[in-house]
């Protein structure tokens, strides 16, 4: 990725509204003893429940066919479960609610191509805008400004297939961001990513939980990712087996293991080091490691 497709501070900012009190905020997702089978017999989602408050950055960890995607695509009607109750935003989940539910939710998947259906970058942040009857003037308004803040306004004109990996995932933020969702479910949307690109939507969407103004679901198996959330549900076997904050996680081996997920390599670095008898006070931000390693310089 060069110089001009880096995000920085600059170019993603001003999302527009105040920062909020997560612990008093209220809920935007409520499931209740949710199962969910695709053949009828074999139950991919196992009575889960758990709620999530508006503002809150939720991960949703596991191991490949713990139930991860199948639970994202029972939070907009992309799939209805079997038994159960589903909440978004204070709409019970059911076929008279879907218009509204989508208006409040939005996702982005893990293979950004999908999710193009225009022929230049413009056309593609427009599309959803077009969904919403919003009129021309506001719908222009929010193609430019959200492509600025994600960076790609000077590719409006481009089509798709000129975009390198980590501008389609930007694209494909902005698109779903310009719609205004009140919540944002990324179903793997790093794992195509480089190193770079990867650490360039991570700190997107710090930016974004340290608004408020969205509520986040990430489903990943990216340690970082993690890391950066609030709070992990952790999946097996179409169940939610813990819910921790990312510190407890890769404190926890045998959690881990279950997950599937390596700890971040600052955490295997700080750890290392005290196998070595170089005792650390804390180790759970890169910089204090960052610090201490250069005591020793």
């Given at each position: ?31 209740k ?18 709620t ?33 109750y ?35 970058v ?12 919003m ?62 690109a ?7 969407l ?37 819910d ?20 971040p ?33």
């Amino acid at each position: 990725m060069g110089r001009q497709e880096q995000c920085n501070r600059k170019q993603v900012k001003d999302f527009a509204s105040e920062p909020i009190d997560r612990m008093q905020a209220p809920s935007v997702l409520k499931l209740k003893d949710v199962s969910f089978s695709y053949d009828g017999q074999t139950e991919n989602i196992r009575s889960v429940s758990f709620t999530v408050n508006q503002g809150q950055w939720v991960s949703i960890a596991g191991s490949n066919g713990s139930g991860k995607s199948t639970l994202s695509r029972l939070l907009n009607g992309l799939l209805f479960p079997n038994e159960g109750y589903v909440e978004v935003a204070g709409l019970e989940l059911v076929p008279e609610h879907l218009a509204a539910i989508r208006r409040k939710i939005g996702m982005v998947f893990q293979n950004p191509d999908n999710q193009f259906v225009g022929s230049t970058v413009e056309e593609d942040i427009a599309f959803g805008l077009e969904g919403l009857r919003m009129s021309r003037k506001e719908m222009w308004e929010r193609i430019h400004r959200y492509a600025e803040q994600f960076g790609v306004g000077h590719l409006l004109s481009k089509h798709p297939s000129e975009l390198s990996g980590g501008q389609k995932q930007r694209v494909a933020l902005a698109s779903v961001l310009a719609m205004e969702p009140e919540i944002v479910v990324l179903d793997e949307a790093s794992s195509m990513l480089d190193e770079q690109a990867r650490g360039d939507l991570i700190r997107i969407l710090k930016q974004m939980h340290e608004q408020g103004r969205y509520t986040i679901l990430s489903i990943t198996h990216d340690a970082d990712e993690i890391k950066a959330s609030e709070r992990v549900l952790v999946m097996r076997a179409g169940e939610v087996i813990a819910d921790v904050s990312p510190s407890e996680l890769f404190a926890d081996k045998e959690l881990m293991s279950q997950s599937s997920l390596e700890a971040p390599f600052s955490q295997k670095l700080a750890e290392e080091l005290k196998s070595r008898g170089l005792m650390l006070e804390r180790s759970g931000h890169e910089r204090e490691l960052v610090n201490f390693l250069w005591s020793f310089n």
